[in-house]
């Protein structure tokens, strides 16, 4: 279901931000008439209809950070200013490259490899990271990723709050074709460990696989 169809359901939660892999760009929703509540943007891709969006609230300033580098596609460096706050995203939603052999996460290392230079503690790094040490062919890549981002301090949230290793996740946040017998853990939010969330949440499938196949992950810094 297109990203519009979801601003009800969406801004029910009472976002600041919101990170939305496959999402159509605001003058796409533009010309669909579409009214988002969400009136602060960045959103990069070559497909209006499919990119990456990341959306705030009035009062909240995001700018594509000057290092941003298209040749990792769908993947954003975002500043985030407030009036009481500052901090940078890196937002993710990872494809694959076009060599055969390539997986979705060696596409994030060398992604993390350029723009973790230096990576700040105040950073989070977040989205669909479309990895998992449960698939064959890039769960080795996966472990790196956690592996690399540990060295800086960085750990995923839900397994840091969970006491949780990935891949023995039992709540998910994708299902393919919607199917719930067929869940993934995919999509990640990872801090500095000098920071400790309010509160950090999972969409429930119940009331979010008639809208994606994706739940969302909620965090209250």
């Known amino acids: 279901m297109a990203f519009r169809h979801k601003f009800t359901v969406l801004a029910a939660l009472n976002p600041d931000i919101l990170v939305i892999p496959e999402s159509e760009s605001p003058a796409f929703l533009q010309a669909k008439k579409a009214v988002m509540p969400w009136p602060n943007h960045v959103w990069i891709g070559k497909n209006p209809a499919k990119g990456l969006g990341i959306f705030a609230r009035d009062g909240i300033r995001l700018k594509l950070k000057r290092n941003h580098d298209p040749a990792h596609r769908f993947i954003a460096p975002v500043n985030v200013t407030s009036a009481d706050d500052a901090f940078d995203l890196l937002a993710f939603?990872?494809?694959?490259?076009?060599?055969?052999?390539?997986?979705?996460?060696?596409?994030?290392?060398?992604?993390?490899?350029?723009?973790?230079?230096?990576?700040?503690?105040?950073?989070?790094?977040?989205?669909?990271?479309?990895?998992?040490?449960?698939?064959?062919?890039?769960?080795?890549?996966?472990?790196?990723?956690?592996?690399?981002?540990?060295?800086?301090?960085?750990?995923?949230?839900?397994?840091?709050?969970?006491?949780?290793?990935?891949?023995?996740?039992?709540?998910?946040?994708?299902?393919?074709?919607r199917n719930q017998a067929k869940p993934y853990h995919l999509d990640y939010i990872f801090a500095h460990t000098t920071r400790t969330p309010k509160s950090f949440a999972l969409g429930d499938p119940d009331d979010w696989l008639h809208l994606s196949d994706h739940a969302p992950l909620i965090l209250d810094l």
């Open 93 to 177: 939603w990872t494809q694959a490259e076009k060599r055969q052999s390539d997986s979705y996460v060696a596409h994030s290392l060398r992604a993390l490899d350029h723009y973790a230079k230096p990576l700040k503690r105040s950073t989070l790094l977040l989205g669909d990271f479309n990895s998992s040490p449960v698939f064959k062919q890039n769960g080795k890549h996966h472990v790196e990723l956690v592996r690399q981002l540990a060295r800086r301090g960085f750990s995923s949230l839900y397994h840091r709050l969970n006491d949780r290793e990935h891949g023995s996740e039992p709540d998910a946040t994708f299902w393919l074709h």
